[in-house]
DNA sequence: TCAATATTAGGAATTATTCCTATTTTTAGA
DNA sequence: TCTAAAAATAGGAATAATTCCTAATATTGA
């Protein structure tokens, strides 16, 4: 929680770059393996603590789902996203801007101050239907 | 996913019967330490197998969030919860049923079929808005 | 009562993530 | 440009949460 100064890092640079690429929302694992290519030598210690910065400065944002590692989004606008119960898919959901403002700040009741919301939608992606069907 | 046919296990109730006790969604460490005290040599691993189970059967859910154990609900109808960022703490919300009627089947653009969605909102809880003031 | 099958305890194994340390890189200022 | 302080790194060890394994036990339906 420090003020802590950040210097430049090819790596952390990479790092971003990559993830922006991507609409997938890698894990750190699948970020390692990609950014590697470029930074042979790159250590997924680095890639973890720097997926951490880039989380607490705001540049990215770091998604939980169940039962699956962290995944990582570099879009940190106001959006929804939807998950494979079946494959674990992260997908984006393009919803309403309506409902974006109908769920993004709510009334009262709440045991604290709200800073933001996250939802998240699951179900089985179609894909995963397709192959059942 | 095989359908198996359950037995029944005490430890599988005592676990259930605890977690209806709480409202505060424990983790399977917390409920563990509790249940043996009435079932001393139960184990770690028959939490969490029988944990797995109940949210199969539905009978409990499974939240998972950002940087802490996987925490474990009793109520399986809508509600939201509200997560404190500082020290991690889960709350039930009690919303408006208006706005839980709001959120809760969206309409289109979705890559999968939709089966639920989970909303978590998240700030600073009361306790630890004291304690910085 | 019996046999099939689910469940258990206990601990080993796995997975994701964080932490540690010696070295390297970046930066701001003289 | 040179230098010293601070940040960042690679590599690997350590940790934490969770799952998996196995032999023994409990439950079930016939």
Do not use: W
Not at 12 to 35: E, G, Q, S
């Amino acid at each position: 929680m420090e003020a802590v100064k950040l210097k430049k890092s090819k790596q952390r640079d990479a790092i971003l770059a990559f993830l922006k690429t991507r609409k997938d929302h890698p894990t750190a694992d699948t970020i390692y393996d990609n950014v590697k290519k470029d930074i042979p030598n790159i250590s997924l210690g680095t890639v973890y603590r720097n997926l951490a910065v880039l989380t607490e400065i705001g540049e990215i944002q770091k998604l939980s789902f169940d039962g699956s590692s962290d995944r990582y989004d570099p879009v940190t606008a106001p959006h929804c996203h939807f998950r494979c119960r079946n494959c674990g898919s992260v997908y984006d959901v393009d919803v309403d801007p309506d409902f974006l403002n109908s769920i993004s700040l709510p009334k009262e009741g709440f045991p604290g101050q709200v800073e933001g919301q996250i939802t998240v939608f699951y179900g089985t992606c179609e894909k995963c239907m397709d192959q059942y069907s």
